[in-house]
T-cell receptor, first 112, second 116 residues
Framework: QKEVEQNSGPLSVPEGAIASLNCTYS??????FFWYRQYSGKSPELIMS????GDKEDGRFTAQLNKASQYVSLLIRDSQPSDSATYLC????????????FGKGTMLLVSP | DAGVTQSPTHLIKTRGQQVTLRCSPK?????VSWYQQALGQGPQFIFQ???????QRGNFPDRFSGHQFPNYSSELNVNALLLGDSALYLC???????????????FGQGTRLTVV
């Protein structure tokens, strides 16, 4: 049984701060890792993908992967109130037809 | 470039009834997966369709069935609805073939199903 664990939160940060979201996974065979943002009542939106150990940066977002520790994280710099949402960590296999195993998500609240 | 589209957006059904949800994948995508997201939970994989056949299936009963059409669009059917089937049903599409970027899944806006 593949499992993906996230702290449910809420994680509260002030505007302009760095938000750090964490995720661990159980299947060592996992090869693809994703962060989705989900606003209340809406569908998940892909914001980051990462496949190799290390950091991957895209604008204010940085994804970090450590396969040895089975750990994925997402850093959001200069957090904005519009970043307030639930962040879902998803894990898959490295094939074109991979299915995703999701964590329950971490709620992020950015206060003005 | 049209994204993943789902219909209807909201649906209310009575326990015991049957429901059909529809999904059109993103342009250039040929694989469709369906997920169920209960309130406060992450999406759970139901099944995946490719080349009009079910490729993989999650831990869902046979009451959940699907179909994929030649134009890659897909349907999710649920029979004998239970109160516990109330959830947001999400369709996701991915690109054809293998390769790193082809694993990225894009979701439609979802169908909110309420069973009363």
């Amino acid at each position: 049984q593949k499992e993906v664990e996230q702290n449910s939160g809420p994680l509260s940060v002030p505007e302009g701060a760095i938000a750090s979201l964490n995720c661990t996974y159980s299947d060592r065979g996992s090869q693809s890792f994703f962060w989705y943002r989900q606003y209340s009542g809406k569908s998940p939106e892909l914001i980051m993908s990462i496949y190799s150990n290390g950091d991957k940066e895209d604008g204010r977002f940085t994804a970090q992967l450590n396969k040895a520790s089975q750990y994925v994280s997402l850093l959001i710099r200069d957090s904005q109130p519009s970043d307030s949402a639930t962040y879902l960590c998803a894990v898959g296999e490295l094939t074109g037809y991979s299915t995703l195993t999701f964590g329950k998500g971490t709620m992020l609240l950015v206060s003005p | 470039d049209a994204g993943v589209t789902q219909s209807p957006t909201h649906l209310i059904k009575t326990r015991g009834q049957q429901v059909t949800l529809r999904c059109s994948p993103k342009s250039g995508h040929d694989t469709v997966s369906w997920y169920q997201q209960a309130l406060g939970q992450g999406p759970q994989f139901i099944f995946q369709y490719y080349e009009e056949e079910e490729r993989q299936r999650g831990n869902f009963p046979d009451r959940f069935s699907g179909h994929q059409f030649p134009n890659y669009s897909s349907e999710l059917n649920v029979n004998a609805l239970l109160l516990g089937d109330s959830a947001l049903y999400l369709c996701a599409s991915t690109k054809p073939g293998t390769g790193i970027v082809n694993t990225e899944a894009f979701f439609g806006q979802g169908t909110r199903l309420t069973v009363v």
